[in-house]
């Protein structure tokens, strides 16, 4: 038998409200031509006839899409699992809620590193202490929630002190990598 894929990572928009240093997406305002919420459905759709079992939601920053939440159901009724990755600058008690309403099984926090790294490498001040809030947001939801950091120069030396932290809000998993200049 041929070989078929089962994970799909969609970049859902460019939109973000950060500006991270690594992106290779050069993300900040939508890009032109983006698909509309019923190019979107259809999408999905076609995810659940190649096989796909999981979609995890990429951006940019995917909730920053006003039907972000529609598109996630979608991908849940498909009965395929739905995860994202944020920077969760934004990720507040009533989209924690929508992403819990429409079965988001696994949130992947953004954490480069200690407060004034993170925020260096990210862009915007404050950036750190929204997604240490919003991780203990998700950590009190059924959602599994887990982190992923970017390993560098200035990251690499906070990793023992940023595990304590992941402990401590209740992250289940951790995924480091290796930043690449972009």
Do not use: F
């Not at 993170?118 to 001040?125: E, I, K, N, P, S």
């Amino acid at each position: 038998p041929c070989p078929q894929p089962i994970v799909c990572v969609w970049e859902l928009t460019l939109q973000c409200d950060l500006g991270c240093r690594h992106c290779g997406s050069r993300a900040g305002l939508p890009r032109a031509g983006e698909l509309t919420t019923q190019e979107c459905i259809e999408t999905v759709a076609h995810l659940a006839d190649l096989g796909i079992r999981e979609v995890a939601l990429i951006g940019g920053e995917a909730y920053l899409r006003q039907d972000w939440s529609l598109i996630a159901a979608e991908i849940t009724r498909r009965g395929m699992a739905c995860t994202m990755t944020t920077g969760a600058r934004q990720l507040n008690d009533e989209r924690v809620a929508q992403a819990v309403e429409v079965g988001v099984k696994s949130i992947s926090v953004s954490l480069d590193g200690l407060e004034a790294t993170h925020d260096a490498q990210r862009g915007v001040r404050g950036s750190w202490q929204a997604a240490v809030e919003a991780s203990r947001r998700l950590a009190a939801t059924p959602i599994r929630l887990t982190h992923n950091t970017q390993i560098n120069r200035l990251s690499m030396p906070e990793l023992p002190a940023l595990a304590d932290l992941l402990r401590e809000v209740g992250s289940e998993a951790w995924q480091v990598q290796l930043t690449v200049a972009m």
